[in-house]
């Protein structure tokens, strides 16, 4: 088919080039701008995704730091609640009648009838004790009876 020929005097067909010319212009910035549209929109994506990866990271590190001191903070709880059983176990063994009369001899507030008795001020020390399974090293020529009566009644 022949092509058919204008000559520039003829309005129409040039209107028409220049009408698919600004329409292909107009297809191809709509596609220019779809890509950019879409370029945008993942940066955007990407930065609220990396935003929400380090507050998650961040949560997580707290949620393990407070997990740290809720150990320590037990093992804390846990000394102190021996603590107070101890006080509480010295306080029962304070009240008691036996710790009380101990405590009263040693101030010379016996029962009615009891002597006291104490060492004497600068008396010697007592002789070291062998440990048990050790030989004696020198055995004592005095009778128990006849230490006590010396402690007593001195010599």
């Not at 209107?15 to 191809?28: E, F, G, I, Q």
């Not at 940066?43 to 707290?62: H, R, Y």
């Not at 104490?118 to 010697?124: K, Q, R, S």
Request: proline share 8%; net charge negative; hydrophobic share 45%.
């Amino acid at each position: 088919m022949p092509t058919e020929r204008t000559s520039p005097s003829d309005p129409a067909p040039a209107a028409s080039r220049s009408a698919v010319a600004s329409t292909a212009r107009v297809v191809r910035s709509v596609q220019r701008s779809r890509l950019e549209r879409r370029t945008v929109l993942l940066l955007a994506g990407g930065v609220v995704g990396v935003w929400l990866l380090f507050v998650f990271a961040n949560a997580l590190a707290d949620a393990s730091d407070e997990a740290a001191r809720l150990t320590s903070e037990r093992q804390v709880n846990a000394s102190l609640q021996a603590r107070v059983d101890a006080g509480a176990v010295e306080i029962v063994t304070i009240a008691g009648t036996g710790f009380q009369d101990f405590i009263a001899r040693s101030y010379g507030m016996g029962a009615p009838g009891e002597r006291p008795f104490a060492l004497l001020t600068g008396a010697p020390p007592p002789p070291a004790m062998v440990p048990l399974g050790e030989d004696p090293v020198t055995a004592s020529a005095s009778t128990p009876l006849e230490d006590w009566l010396e402690l007593l009644v001195g010599s």
